[in-house]
């Protein structure tokens, strides 16, 4: 395994239109890094390469990776790691089952994913898989709390010149449906630890006998501990009730989970209501489904699929139309494809699907290919809230003006794995009606929740050293912006009720004195927002994991048309620096534009801001002089890139993602040939800038000229290197100007 050298740069390799994008970007990053003695390094943590890293016996020496994910989990522990972390996979099971079997027919003889492992391979091979499915990679490399805010760049290009956004009317039937009870939320306990500990969890049958689910849960001092439970039973009627309710109010019919970072309990909560949508059919044909290996947590493609080769496959597939056909209509993520709102329960995540809908004048694409408005069945109520005040405010006062409104950075708590409910080995089904509970290693009952079998129980820790570290850096990123901060916190939740206890407690350790910091529960927090974003302020939202995941996709998608243009820092606690770009669109959608036409949109300018704010932390880190002048010169070079409107276009004839990744070259060339603070280094970039501007019509003209063919980079999932690398790198002057910088 490598290690990382301590003035190197670390750039992660990771999946789909970002993975594709690298072999067009880095070889820029890597010429021009090496004028300043950086090495920029490479670790791949795709989830092929997660994947492979967890059958190192059953791979040839050739085939076999290192286990890139923990190498950069234990660096983002030491004060020299610096790491740009792009976009990854947060595996659902259709899409770890697609990974595996391309895999497999690449030559890799890795097992099949075991739907109920009974053997101990087929639950070794599952324990190592469910080690890369979901959010496996955050927790791991997130060892600080998160800055993340719109470049000033990117804030002023928005609103000179402003993206569309959808009219709203006051009519609009548009709403959120959120359970309120029985629900997560509701069923919540927490509790502070008085001391180190290792805590167990335990069911508890009515009849007495005890099942360890787990029994390792280790804590620290001051740590605060929750679990909650979603009853099942009130969510199945809920649900039922949700479906009539949009058939009545004649509203396309969607879900909004978060089936990736809550890789265990939202499949469940999918699986649910996939069967309340189509209660006949799972009933008339249980058995026939069961014998199939069909899971409604897996959606209905994976239904439609396994129906092609059932014995009743035809007149399953019949009861799905007819279903659709009597429900209310379906919102869709593919209406040319007939792809609904519930054939896969990771199409539609609900930090990306819920800003789209309220940018689209609250509309989302019905099966007839026309916007409709629609009823977002959100079933958990911790966040619910968050999306019916903004659709409320839209309803009111009209689409957000980007020209004018201001913005909401976040400072999320992260660190140290903080608040990843759902995404880890916390939570089960109860296996039959009786008690779960969480026990101190002496045996005493911490916390504990009487369910019914199938209800959805899950725990999730809070460290007190990045609680506190989350307080001092809302106060500090408030005194450097002088902009009014607020902790997102609900006074009547048991979880946020300790944490505003410890808020408080380390509040004061700072000079708070001409400060406006102020605490609010979610709803009320988002309406304040938005009241001072229509006047053109800015108010920073401090908040837990789970809600900065949701208001960093949120508000940057109505400000400035995309999270992608975010500049995410992450300040680990160690002294390193976590440098993360923006998801920034349909990423599967881009593939397979380029696969289909040559032609990558996938808009890289998220990664440009992190490699500037790389090279700023390495610089700063390390006294070195030149790696500052590489950021504040590239730092110019994208305010060009935006100014003269370089991001790929989005059809053909336009420049894609290696054109824009040109044009950067050229302007961060530019800048650095015309900046005085380094001679030797404005000589060494005079020639380079010259060449790339003298021939930027026969560049553009060599990437623009293969496109409309249909290329093949030899897998979706684990591309082929060299194949990659062909199609992202087809101009041949580029490729000599760039490779003339080592010579």
């Known amino acids: 395994m490598n290690s990382a050298k301590s003035n190197a740069i670390i750039y992660t390799h990771t999946d789909e239109a970002p993975l594709l994008a690298t072999y067009s970007l880095l070889p820029i990053i890597e010429a021009y890094a090496s004028t300043a003695g950086v090495a920029v390094e490479t670790r791949d943590i795709s989830l092929a390469g997660r994947i492979l890293a967890q059958f190192p016996d059953r791979l040839t020496d050739e085939q076999r990776v290192d286990d890139a994910l923990a190498e950069l989990g234990a660096l983002a522990e030491q004060p020299e790691a610096n790491i740009i972390k792009l976009p ?98 509701s069923n919540e306990k927490s509790v502070v630890v008085d001391e180190p500990d290792t805590l167990s969890i335990v069911h508890v049958a009515g009849d007495g006998t005890e099942t360890v689910l787990k029994d390792d849960v280790k804590v620290l001092k001051g740590e605060v501990v929750d679990a909650t439970f979603m009853d099942v039973a009130a969510l199945r009627r809920f649900l039922t009730e949700q479906i009539a309710r949009a058939k009545d109010e004649d509203v396309l019919f969607s879900v909004h989970l978060k089936a990736t970072m809550m890789k265990v309990s939202d ?93 689209t004048s609250g509309h989302m694409w019905g099966p007839d290919g026309n916007e409709a408005d629609a009823l977002a069945v959100i079933p958990d109520s911790s966040y619910a809230g968050v999306y019916q005040t903004v659709i409320d405010d839209c ?35 109860a296996p039959a009606d009786g008690a779960m509970q969480v026990r101190a290693s002496d045996g005493t009952v911490l916390i504990e929740h009487t369910v019914s079998e199938g209800d959805v129980w899950r725990a999730c820790q809070t460290k007190d050293e990045p609680i506190r570290d989350w307080v001092k850096l809302a106060v500090d ?10 902790f997102w916190l609900d006074e009547d939740r048991a979880h946020d009720g300790n944490l505003i206890n410890k808020v408080e407690e380390y509040l004061p350790e700072h ?36 809600l900065r995941d949701y208001n960093t996709d949120l508000f940057p998608i109505l400000e400035v048309g995309t999270s992608a243009k975010m500049l995410s820092i992450v300040p680990l606690m160690n002294g390193g620096g976590l440098f993360e770009t923006g998801a920034g669109g349909s990423a599967p ?90 001679a030797e280094l404005a000589q060494a970039f005079s020639q380079l800038a010259e060449t790339l ?40 002057t580029l490729n000599q100007a760039l490779a003339d910088i080592h010579a």
């Not at 980007?402 to 089904?429: I, Q």
């Open 511 to 546: 000079d708070l004195d001409g400060l406006t910091i102020a605490i609010m529960a979610p709803a009320e927090a988002t309406a304040y927002s938005l009241e001072r974003i229509r006047k053109g302020e800015d108010t920073i939202s401090v908040t837990g994991n789970v």
């Open 267 to 359: 499949p469940i909560i999918f699986g649910h209501a996939v069967k309340a949508f189509f209660p006949s059919l799972f009933e008339e044909y249980a058995d026939q489904l069961a014998e199939a290996g069909v899971s409604a947590n897996d959606g209905l493609a994976a239904l439609l699929t396994a129906a092609e080769t059932m014995p009743d496959g035809e007149a399953v597939k019949a009861a799905v139309t007819k279903a659709l056909d009597e429900g209310p209509r379906m919102a869709m993520v593919d209406d040319r494809k007939g792809i609904t709102n519930l054939h896969v329960p990771s199409d539609v995540i609900i930090d990306a699907s819920m800003p789209a809908m309220i940018r």
């Open 589 to 678: 959608k881009h593939v397979q534009q380029l696969i289909e036409e040559d032609y990558l949109r996938w808009d890289s300018l998220g990664e440009f801001f992190a490699l500037a704010a790389s090279f700023e932390h390495l610089a700063q880190s390390t006294d070195n002089a030149r790696a500052q002048i590489l950021a504040d010169t590239l730092d110019r070079a994208t305010g060009t890139f935006l100014e003269n409107d370089k991001s790929p276009t989005r059809k053909l004839g336009g420049i894609d993602n290696r054109g824009s990744h040109f044009y950067l070259a050229m302007y961060w060339a530019q800048e650095l040939a015309k900046q005085t603070e380094d």
């Open 88 to 185: 990854n996979i947060s595996a659902s099971i259709p899409q770890l089952k697609a990974a595996v079997k391309e895999l497999q027919a690449q030559g890799y003889d890795i097992p099949d994913y075991p739907e109920s492992p009974s053997t101990e391979d087929e639950k070794a091979a599952r324990a190592a898989y469910d080690k890369v499915k979901g959010s496996a990679v955050n927790p791991v490399l997130r060892q600080g709390n998160s800055d993340r805010r719109a470049p000033a760049a990117v804030k002023n290009y928005a609103k000179k010149y402003p993206h569309r956004m959808g009219a709203w009317s006051s009519e609009s039937k548009t709403n959120v449906a959120t359970m309120g009870h029985d629900d997560f939320r």
């Open 395 to 429: 309803r009111a006062n009209g689409a957000f003006d980007p020209s004018t409104m201001g913005s909401v950075p976040n400072v999320g708590l992260m660190a140290k794995a903080a608040e990843e409910y759902g995404s880890h080995d916390k939570t089960f089904e």
């Open 477 to 486: 990123r408030a005194r450097a912006s002088d902009t009014p901060a607020v």
């Open 693 to 732: 501007t003298s021939n930027e019509e026969t560049i553009v003209e060599e990437l623009n000229a293969v496109q409309g063919e249909s290329v093949d980079i030899g897998g979706y999932y684990y591309p082929s290197g060299e194949k990659a690398d062909k199609v992202m790198r087809p101009s041949t």
